[in-house]
């Protein structure tokens, strides 16, 4: 019976030990761009078989932008073209722009992302999300992209209070960047995301504490929406600055 225990308890330990060298492998598998190959070229598929809208608003990010479920209806009359993988950092978004954002000559790009940048397990600090964001537009532009870049701030989330530091400066540094340039702009959903005694508002985020629900989303839509139709997004009239 001793016996028994003992195989049953090191099979256990060796489950455990297997499963966390496993998150371990995908925490630092999904810092490197390559490990979204599959999703980009799913998104290549699709275009075949379903070719996006021309002169469209392209979202391109992490999370948020891929489990909008409601975007096309929610941004509606603004056509949209929704390319959202995983947990994508800026980097890794400006890496795939070959083959995610400049086939599609969009009228305007939307970038939401950022948070898990400063989620990386090698640590990052905020100036090295501004660094990347910079890189992010010059690839662009690099890359015969003019549409203008409207950056979404980085939100903070329950589950992750403690990195809301980092992501608060970070979005202070891009936004001063923002300003200097007259093809970028900064939309600010994070602050709307408190209440009044400064804590987390719960019921925009799921069970997880992580992703938004449904109340959410529709206040990320709401934002970005009066944005981009401010800027007449909406109506395919050129834009250069959100007031």
């Known amino acids: 019976m001793g016996r028994t225990l003992v195989m049953i308890g090191a099979a256990a330990g060796f489950v455990v030990v297997a499963f966390f060298g496993f998150l371990v492998y995908v925490l630092l598998a999904s810092g490197q761009a390559s490990y979204w190959e599959g999703d980009i070229a799913a998104f290549e598929r699709r275009d075949v078989s379903n070719p996006p809208p021309a002169d469209a608003v392209l979202f391109v990010g992490a999370d948020d932008v891929r489990l909008w479920e409601t975007l096309a209806a929610d941004m509606a009359p603004i056509p949209v073209i929704q390319r959202g993988f995983g947990g994508a950092q800026i980097s890794h978004v400006a890496h795939y722009a070959a083959r995610i954002i400049v086939p599609y000559r969009p ?64 979005n202070e540094l891009i936004e001063e960047y923002v300003r200097t340039r007259t093809d970028l702009h900064y939309i600010d959903v994070a602050s709307q995301m408190f209440d009044m005694r400064d804590n987390i508002r719960r019921e925009l985020f799921r069970w997880d504490g992580l992703s938004l629900n449904a109340r959410g989303y529709a206040l990320l839509a709401e934002k970005i929406r009066a944005a981009l139709l401010a800027a007449g997004q909406g109506t395919g009239e050129a834009a250069h600055a959100i007031e």
């Open 107 to 170: 009228r305007a790009i939307v970038l939401i992302a950022g948070e898990a940048d400063l989620s990386d397990v090698r640590g990052r600090r905020p100036e090295d999300v501004l660094d990347d964001f910079k890189a992010f537009v010059d690839t662009l532009r690099a890359q015969g992209v003019e549409a203008p870049v409207y950056f979404v701030s980085i939100r903070p989330s329950p589950m992750r209070v403690s990195r809301w530091y980092g992501a608060r400066r970070a």
